[in-house]
């Protein structure tokens, strides 16, 4: 059997040996890196010195070495190699590089922009997010971490224009893939648990996440936000979709793909904490989500009850009077409310103007009814006024006008919820309810 002949028998042999290790994991098998002859994870001139003397016939090359001896993977070593091999070590050489990079370090992703002597490094897994200096003197790379102080130095060795790998002063070996041009800002970072107008749901961390569409179908991605630019990868960075982005407040932002479909993203982080659920951060109490029994502040907060002091002064200024007639209601009070409704109007009649107990705003301490709870209050100056402006001390008309179906209740120019200024801002602007911002719903299971 002649060398090249041996040679190529030698890398099917190892190919096949690849695949029967794939379902053991992505470090099952060691690292092979172009050119790294002697197996240090990086090239230099002792590669070339092997590579040279294996051509002049004075040694042998093992399995691994003759694989990453075949530079130009043509299935021959010989001098076309030999210079692959030398201009790998050149090309490594007081250079750095730019863009965002995607680095694989035993399996886990990191992401690095490079630009200008700096960048920044965001690692998802960690929770960690710095940026950092850069130099390079010959195949060595230094950052200096801007948070830590820490000055971490790694040889690189660039395999062609969209790979490199840094061999870490801690010994371990990452590999890097090119993402884009563009460098990555961490503020702009979409990570969270995202719904969607077309019924997607998206659970993005870093850069990266999983798509889940309507079927229940899941997909990976990665993504590159870079200003009103976005660009999604599903699986390579030949299945890309990019787009416009737009963010609309601090829980929305849209997407207007290539093909002029618009696309509607609602962050939703939902967690109950002692029976109680929060999306968001934000308290919820309607017809899906209901409050445990126990669940008992005894009076309205007093942010809120602060709140509507400064909201009734500044109403008494342009001629009106406000006051609560209805405030804080306890789980038991309710019960007592509701089933007093039922009785005179029947159940479903009720449902429309009355929570079941467990399920009423009232019992939250953050919702009040104000002057008069019935619909002779709809069209009085205080009513306009406090559609108008009680967003401005961070409440919002909880049941408006017309969105019955949406929040379970008739329209209701009385009750008001408080959210605090900014986000009753965010929720005002929107011309949302609630259950809309949120993207959740309000029916009662039975």
């Known amino acids: 059997m002649t060398r090249t002949n041996r040679l190529t028998a030698v890398i099917l042999a190892a190919a096949a040996a690849a695949v029967q290790l794939g379902g053991m994991g992505a470090n099952a098998a060691p690292m092979l890196i172009k050119g790294d002859l002697n197996r240090d994870d990086r090239v230099n001139i002792s590669d070339a ?27 021959e070593l010989d001098s076309l190699d030999l210079t692959a091999l030398q201009d790998i070590i050149i090309g490594s050489t007081n ?3 730019s863009g965002t990079w995607i680095g694989d370090c035993m399996g886990g992703k990191r992401y690095f922009s490079f630009g200008d002597g700096a960048g920044t490094l965001i690692d998802p897994t960690a929770g960690i997010t710095d940026s950092f ?4 003197n010959e195949d060595i790379v230094v950052l200096l971490m801007k948070n830590s102080g820490a000055e971490l ?12 790998v840094l061999k870490w002063d801690s010994g371990d070996t990452e590999t890097f893939r090119y993402f884009c041009e563009d460098s990555i800002n961490a503020s702009e970072l979409l990570t969270g648990h995202w719904v969607t107008s077309q019924g997607r749901t998206f659970d993005i961390n870093g850069l990266s996440g999983k798509l889940t569409d309507k079927s229940g179908y899941v997909s990976r991605f990665e993504y590159a936000p870079s200003g009103e630019d976005v660009m999604f990868h599903f699986g390579s960075t030949e299945n890309s979709t990019g787009g416009k982005l737009v963010h609309t407040d601090s829980m929305h932002f849209a997407v207007t793909w290539a093909d002029g479909t618009r696309e509607t993203f609602t962050r939703q982080e939902t967690e109950v904490r002692g029976g109680i659920t929060y999306v968001n951060g934000i308290l919820i109490a309607n017809k899906t989500y209901g409050l445990p029994s126990d669940y008992n502040p005894g009076k309205i907060l007093p942010d809120a009850q602060s709140a509507f002091n400064s909201m009734q002064a500044d109403a008494k200024k342009a001629g009106l009077s406000l006051w609560i007639c209805s405030g804080f209601r306890s789980y038991t009070y309710q019960n007592t409310l509701y089933n007093n409704y039922v009785a005179r109007d029947g159940k479903a009649k009720a449902d429309t103007y009355s929570a079941r107990p467990g399920h009423s705003e009232h019992q939250t301490g953050l919702a009040m009814d104000i002057n008069n709870a019935s619909d002779s209050f709809n069209n009085t100056k205080e009513a306009k006024w406090i559609a108008e402006n009680c967003y401005k001390y961070g409440f919002i008309l909880r049941y408006p006008q017309g969105k019955q179906d949406i929040t379970g209740y008739k329209y209701e120019s ?17 011309g949302l309810t609630l259950e809309e911002f949120l993207c959740i719903d309000s029916k009662y299971k039975s």
């Open 414 to 430: 009385w009750h008001v919820r408080y959210l605090g200024k900014a986000l009753a801002k965010e929720v005002h602007d929107s």
């Open 153 to 164: 130095s790694a040889f690189i060795t660039w395999q062609n224009d969209e790979s490199f």
């Open 95 to 97: 250079r750095l590089p």
């Open 49 to 75: 010195v092997i590579l040279k003397n294996y051509l002049l016939g004075k040694y042998g090359l093992n399995e691994n070495q003759s694989i990453a001896a075949d530079i130009n993977e043509d299935g």
């Open 133 to 136: 200096d850069i130099t390079a």
